[in-house]
């Protein structure tokens, strides 16, 4: 192939790059990590890769399918999410606020990402300017993971949010990697976005939603300046009630 015709290199992959290698410097020796699932994420377990491969010593809990087979690739050691917790979780996200509020599950692994990111002592976002917004569902939807029995009921109980039946490029059903649905909802900006996450989640048929409010210490933000460190305070307690 000429190189009238290479692919250009992708400005936002090379910012998550850097976000994800900003958040390399919290990973200390001894430490039970909870890696990601997405693009950025992905940076991270390649880096973590890196300095398994140089030495450091570390045990990992993969929140997806996918990132369990790339931590393998890179042999770093991995265990189950036990009641010890973890000392660190470092993912992405599709929308963060000022507050540190989150929209995940863009990937469809929200549900385990909730679960190790609730566990960890310290949970890192590491994101790229692009996804910093005002108010959570500027430009996303958020995605609701449901049990797949009866979701044309519950899909019906949301219907609020005008959800759409989230499916594969080629037209099949998505299913999560715990055999679940995932409907994307429609919020539009959330002025109370913790109070939309305990409606939705109230209702049966729902298993997680795709809103991490108060679960989020830092976002390492990667822009054209360089990456900014934003830390958030904990006004609802570490975690969703």
């Known amino acids: 192939m000429s190189d009238d015709h290479a692919a ?3 400005p936002r992959a090379e910012l998550k790059r850097e976000a994800a290698e900003a958040a ?15 693009s950025t994420a992905r940076f991270v377990i390649e880096g973590v890769g890196r300095l398994v491969a140089q030495g450091l010593r ?8 996918a990132s369990v087979r790339l931590a393998q690739q890179y042999a770093i050691p991995l265990t189950d999410l036990t009641p010890a917790g973890l000392d660190l ?6 929308e963060v606020d000022p507050t540190g509020g989150l ?13 190790v990111a609730s566990a960890a002592r310290r949970f890192v976002v590491v994101v790229d300017e692009t996804k910093q917004v005002a108010q959570l569902g500027n430009h ?8 797949r029995w009866g979701w044309e009921r519950t899909a019906a109980q949301l219907e609020a949010y005008h959800p759409t039946l989230r499916r594969t490029p080629d037209g099949a059903l998505f299913v999560t ?6 409907l994307d909802c429609a919020t539009g900006p959330m002025d109370q976005p913790l109070a939309v996450h305990r409606q ?5 048929g729902v298993v997680e939603t795709g809103l991490f409010i108060g679960i989020a210490r830092r976002a390492l933000v990667a822009t054209t300046g360089g990456v900014k460190s934003v830390e958030f305070d904990d006004p609802h307690g570490h975690g969703l009630k």
């Open 140 to 147: 996303f939807k958020v995605p609701v993971e449901i049990v």
């Open 103 to 115: 929209i995940k599950g863009g990937g469809g692994a929200l549900l385990r990402e909730k679960l």
């Open 177 to 182: 990697d715990n055999g679940n649905l995932i």
């Open 8 to 10: 250009a290199p992708d």
């Open 58 to 65: 570390v045990t990992a809990v993969a929140t997806s399918e």
């Open 24 to 38: 390399l410097q919290e990973v200390q020796d001894g430490m039970r990590l909870g890696l990601g699932t997405g």
């Open 89 to 94: 979780a470092i993912d992405g996200a599709d």
């Open 200 to 204: 939705m989640k109230s209702l049966v």
